[in-house]
């Protein structure tokens, strides 16, 4: 079992999901990389940097602690911005890839089927053979592959997903 996330914010984690098991293809709010990229290594935001509000302006005590570690530089939040690309070093790219081509089922839950990883992964699913399942509220062009290879589900994820471990389990 895997969990590819385009969420950033963690939740999986807190909610008892396993590293191991979980790819965040979009990164994680809660860390911090070199903005120069001098190292890959991300970190942890300092507890002491304190959550602010849109345009709420960031004091030089805050500054302070956003900096790399290395180099001195800037640090950025370890996430992918809209102008960048998927690589395997930060996000997964070719390990997502891989499992989604050796899957036998894809459950896509709650996208709009915007960006480019989860479209490889459920047309790499879909030319593997998997069965992929389209669980939203609103239909969206994974339900149209969903449609011929496995199935489409309109509700919430909470209660659906809860329905497909079941049958798994027992089936």
């Known amino acids: 079992f895997v969990l590819v996330t385009q969420n950033v914010d963690g939740l999986h ?4 999901s396993l590293d191991r098991h979980v ?6 709010i809660q860390q911090m990389r070199c903005a120069r990229a001098c190292v890959p290594d991300r970190v942890a935001i300092p ?5 602010l509000a849109k345009g709420e302006p960031v004091s030089d005590e805050v500054k302070a602690l956003l900096v790399c570690g290395r180099c001195g530089g800037m640090a950025r939040p370890h996430v992918l911005w809209f102008d960048e690309s998927y690589d395997e070093e930060r996000y997964h790219f070719e390990t997502v890839r891989r499992l989604a081509a050796e899957a036998a089922l ?11 990883l989860p479209w490889q992964v459920v047309t790499l699913g879909q030319r593997a053979g998997a069965t992929i399942v389209d669980l939203n509220l609103e239909d969206n062009p994974f339900g149209e592959i969903a449609k011929n290879s496995g199935g489409v589900i309109r509700g919430p994820a909470a209660a659906a997903l809860t329905a497909i471990v079941d049958r798994l389990l027992v089936g």
Do not use: F, L, W
Request: avoid cysteine.
């Open 106 to 116: 894809v459950v896509v839950a709650g996208t709009s089927a915007q960006t480019n």
């Open 47 to 51: 507890d002491a940097v304190p959550a």
């Open 23 to 28: 790819k965040a293809i979009h990164g994680d």
């Open 13 to 16: 984690a807190r909610a008892g």
